[in-house]
């Protein structure tokens, strides 16, 4: 009896051991891909933008910084993956605080608001190597200039030079002789490389209303915030994957994601706009082609609430009322003389972007996601197809137990500027660009657990 339990023991330990072996010892790969030098290129998301501004908590938890400690587990000796940070409040940014019994969103110029750091304005990164280069609002047309267009040059330095990130971070050099973001983008000379170039080329025009704030250099029109040229779009993202690749750098591009699918596009709607006595009531826009009543085919952008926020607190006439969403942010204000609500006093053209707009968007995504599609085909890079994925945001989806949607704030993928994820939205966008790699490069890189990612910081 004695043997038998003797044995039966030694069973039990060997069983045991073995398995603390296999679990504790996980084996890591990095395929074909070498992440000595990763660098990533791109715009706010790749910089780590959210709530409404750049800071050294938010970028911090960029995607790209979230992939390379990942990386780091594969490949030990890959470089320090460095970022410049923006200090402390950084740009300023968006949270939220409760107030008069409500929870409420603050903005950096609201009184207890998150102003500019005072840093801010004397942060300066020039010339110092860097492994994130995402730069918050540029365009992919504006990495470099097209010969072929006459003053582009001058135009790209312009774009550059009213950004107050890139200026930051890179040298511009002068305006007839500029200093090209794809410039520094070859000197990174990267092993491997992310890039997500292209979403500002629609953005731009949708977030600021459909108004694509024309100028004219050397008599060649351009456009701030103008939907780009397919042609000129895939010349330069051409460029952009030559100067990545040219001494033999592997990496992975995404496409552009529906920007109308986000809350910024879809918080305020016509059926929530309700009288005192619970009628629904009359909005009135401005268009291109004049003032007239809101459809459900116009979007109203989120930027109106808070306006309409400010309007009850500064200037609310006898008998007005507010109008409050399911979690208590005002989105209207009923009044004597409400703003939007006469065609005396319709929401402005910027503020909305109407469906003559709303329609020229679609067509543009699919052009210029079939461009990237091409190039990284001509290039041998493999795509993360952000446009599908976040796509199906919009119905609901469940990670590790826990429900995220496109909803604001409630949705727990978007910061509080309805545009940009949070914190454990970019930790999402992680996974998928680790999954790509893993794929197409036989790497084994160990996905992120998002669940240790903040969502939205409530008070």
Known sequence: MKLIRAIVLLFVILLFTTCKKEFDT??????????????AVGNSLTQGYQNGGVYEEGQRNSYPSIIARQMKLVQPAMNEFVQPYFFGTGSG???????NSTIQVVKPE???????????????YVGQPLSNLGVSGIKLIGTCADPAIVGDNYNCYLLADNNPYGKRMFDLGQPATPNYYLNDVVKSNPT???????????????THGGNVLGI?????PFYVYGLSDPNEFRKKYDRTLDSLTKNGAKGVVATIPNVTSIPFFNLI????????????????????????LATDEDRILLPVASKLNKFLTDSLYDNGVSVEDSIGNIILVYSPTPYGLGPTNPIKNNEV??????????????????????????HNIPVVDMENYLQNFESGFAISGVNYSTKYIEGGVFSLDGVHPNARGYA???????????????????????NKYKGIVFP
Do not use: M
């Not at 996980?26 to 660098?39: E, K, V």
């Not at 004219?216 to 060649?220: A, D, Y």
């Not at 709607?269 to 007239?292: Q, W």
């Open 26 to 39: 996980p084996i890591y790969t990095q395929g074909t891909a070498d992440f000595t030098n990763y660098i």
């Open 428 to 450: 999402i966008l992680a996974n998928k660009f680790i999954d790509a790699i893993n794929t197409y490069y036989h790497s084994n890189i160990p996905p992120v657990n998002i």
């Open 110 to 124: 609201d009184s207890g608001g998150y102003k500019e750091d005072p840093s801010f304005e004397n942060i300066s």
């Open 216 to 220: 004219s250099i050397l008599g060649t």
């Open 93 to 99: 940014y968006i949270h939220l605080e409760w107030k």
């Open 192 to 206: 491997f490389f992310t890039c997500w170039l292209g979403a500002n080329d629609i953005l731009g025009y949708a």
């Open 353 to 378: 972007l109407d469906k003559d707009e709303f329609v020229k968007i679609a067509p543009a995504l699919a052009a210029l996601n079939a461009e990237i599609k091409a190039s990284a085909a001509a």
């Open 269 to 292: 709607k016509l059926e929530d706009i309700k009288g005192s006595d619970g009628a629904l009531l009359d909005i009135f826009i401005k268009t291109d082609n004049g003032v007239r």
